[in-house]
């Protein structure tokens, strides 16, 4: 296992589906996005294989 450190910090709202190209945001996905989820921090690897198995 490696461990992983970071000093990057958001500084906004969460964005899916879409990019930001010189401030603004642009390049919508022309599809739609599913099953997403969000976590505050590094899962271990049983709880991603927990996830895969639902």
Known sequence: MTSHASA???TGPLQLGRTKTAGAFTGYWPGS???VR???GVLSAEQIAQLAAQ
Do not use: E, L, S
Request: hydrophobic residues 45%.
């Open 33 to 35: 996005v599913d099953d």
């Open 38 to 40: 969000m976590y505050d």
């Open 8 to 10: 990057w910090n958001a």
